[in-house]
């Protein structure tokens, strides 16, 4: 597996450990903080691949420089591509792009409502009835239900209102493109459900606090005869859904604010366990300058070829895997210094000891790479390399 699939599956990971430990503190959590906590998941979940990408070394950064995959055993041939990447990564990146598209293409749809329908303008809003429609805001426009007396449409435009002073939409868009990256994640679905549940109770306390027990009675009244819209990005007025715990909350706000504080040793927790899960090395102690990235990096003499000949023709599958049928990919990486000698060859993701054992062998005993340059100057680098196993 590559580091991109497991830099996919950490952040995928992260995200949902840390929304796990959101639901656990919920309860004890202001609708503000709720708010606060869910829109920052998503910017934790990515800190741990980011912290392993690079990292300093006395205050200049390093970055690990990986080799295509390269297989060895029976069925290997002399010039190799890792085909099972490439082919996953385009899954993932059409059915992102698909995801987009999706996203542009309801965004669309619900624009061309707006600009087609007749609009009113007050208060910094952009106000429509448009027949059919139920109530609901996105951005700046509201579209209120055609049909109500007064004193129901004036609930609804104040409760609307404070959606778009809040700025709601733009938490729900920036969620919808969390999810187009992180499709395949439950936890991206149930944050955004937490997230427009925290709005609602948010602007519900507000409208409590004006109207009391009549806004409790407008929303049953409402419910009983409304049907959900279907728009992207949009927060409808009322779902029947969460009526009833809408108003229990409504009558229930106090919370613990030394709660908001529970969310850190689960973020801890998610880096250390993404940590001793992935691939990705820690940097070794290296004599020379060490850069982010090179103007020209490390190489093999000869080439891309001429190293795939060289593990194919040097590794020696080991007795005892081939026996018991073991393969897969091992990682290991390894330093180049200014000189182009091997160093410091590891492990970092192990598939076998004896499978391990070889890799680590054949990798210490290459000979001299042409060694990464930076501004004409030679510099050490560090490389890492797959080597797949295969029977």
């Known amino acids: 597996m590559s ?46 691949v980011l912290a392993k990408q690079t990292f300093s070394l006395n205050g200049v950064k390093l970055k690990l420089v990986e080799l295509k995959a390269i297989s060895v055993g029976p069925k290997a041939e ?19 792009s698909v995801a987009f598209a999706w996203l542009l293409f309801r965004l669309f749809r619900l624009l061309k409502l707006f600009l087609s329908a007749e609009r009113k303008r007050g208060n910094g809003l952009i106000f429509t009835e448009i027949p059919g429609e139920e109530s609901f805001s996105f951005f700046r426009w509201i579209q209120l239900k055609a049909g109500m007396d007064a ?37 991206v679905y ?50 029947k859904l969460t009526l009833i715990k809408r108003i229990q909350i409504m009558k229930h706000t106090k919370k613990q604010r030394w709660a908001f504080a529970l969310i850190i040793p689960a973020l801890a927790g998610s880096l250390t366990l993404v940590s001793w899960a992935s691939p990705a090395a820690k940097p070794a102690q290296k004599e020379a300058e060490t850069v982010l990235e090179a103007d020209k990096p490390a190489e093999f003499k000869g080439g891309t070829d001429a190293l795939i000949k060289y593990i194919v023709n040097n ?77």
């Open 3 to 48: 580091n991109f699939w497991w830099n996919i599956i950490e952040i995928n990971f992260s995200l949902a450990v840390l929304w796990l430990a959101f639901r656990l503190v919920r309860p004890f959590l202001s609708f503000g903080k709720q708010r606060l906590i869910l829109l920052l998941v998503p910017v934790f979940s990515v800190l741990p």
């Open 190 to 239: 149930f944050l955004e459900q937490d997230l427009i549940h925290a709005h609602e109770f948010e602007v519900d306390q507000v409208m409590y606090q004006q109207h009391k027990t009549r806004y409790l009675e407008f929303l049953l009244a409402y419910t009983l005869g409304t049907s959900s819209p279907s728009y992207l990005l949009t927060h409808q007025f009322v779902t």
């Open 315 to 391: 590794v020696k599958y080991p007795e005892s895997a081939a026996k018991n049928k073991v393969t897969g990919k091992v990682f290991v990486s390894f330093t180049v210094s200014e000189k182009g000698k091997i160093s410091q060859a590891k492990v970092l993701r192990s598939i076998h000891p004896d499978l391990d054992a070889e890799a680590v062998r054949v990798v210490s005993a290459m000979p001299d790479w042409d060694p990464a340059e930076k501004g004409g100057k030679k510099i050490s680098s560090e490389m890492q390399l797959p080597i797949s196993f295969q029977l």
């Open 78 to 96: 002399a010039t190799q591509t890792t085909p099972e990447n490439w082919s996953l990564e385009n899954i993932y990146w059409l059915t992102v």
């Open 151 to 187: 004193e129901s449409r004036m609930i609804v435009e104040q409760h609307e209102a404070l959606h778009a002073k809040k700025r709601h939409t733009l938490d729900l868009f920036y969620t919808q493109i969390i999810q187009c990256f992180c499709w395949f994640n439950p936890a």
